[in-house]
Nanobody, 122 residues
């Protein structure tokens, strides 16, 4: 089975940067779609970014120009570079993977990590 483990979360001041990683094991992710979602306290989980197996990317409008999703297939790892962080980016960030592609709806993804907490102070 596929296992996804996120890392890289933490506390950062507004305007700062963090780089999240998602290490996959159990199967090569080379042909999988992979993505990031987040859930803030008291809010529903929301789509952040996704990348398909050929490298096409998709972002929610609120992070465009600040976040960059990338993948290293040789290391079976997904990344999310987050710059110019804002307090409203505070959330638990989850990695997701699916063999059929990428989706903005979380309902379609087959595999999920347990999340990493990002806290942005003002």
């Amino acid at each position: 089975q596929v296992q996804l483990v996120e890392s890289g979360g933490g506390l950062v001041q507004a305007g700062g940067s963090l780089r999240l990683s998602c290490a996959a094991s159990g199967r090569t992710m080379r042909t999988y779609g992979m993505g990031w979602f987040r859930q803030a306290p008291g809010k529903e989980r929301e789509f952040v970014a996704a990348i398909n197996w050929i490298g096409n990317t998709d972002y929610v409008d609120s992070v465009k120009g600040r976040f960059t999703i990338s993948r290293d297939n040789a290391k079976n790892t997904l990344f999310l570079q987050m710059n110019s962080l804002k307090p409203e980016d505070t959330a638990v960030y989850y990695c997701a993977a699916d063999p059929a592609g990428t989706y903005r709806s979380g309902s379609y993804w087959d595999y999920w990590g347990k999340g990493t907490l990002v806290t942005v102070s003002s």
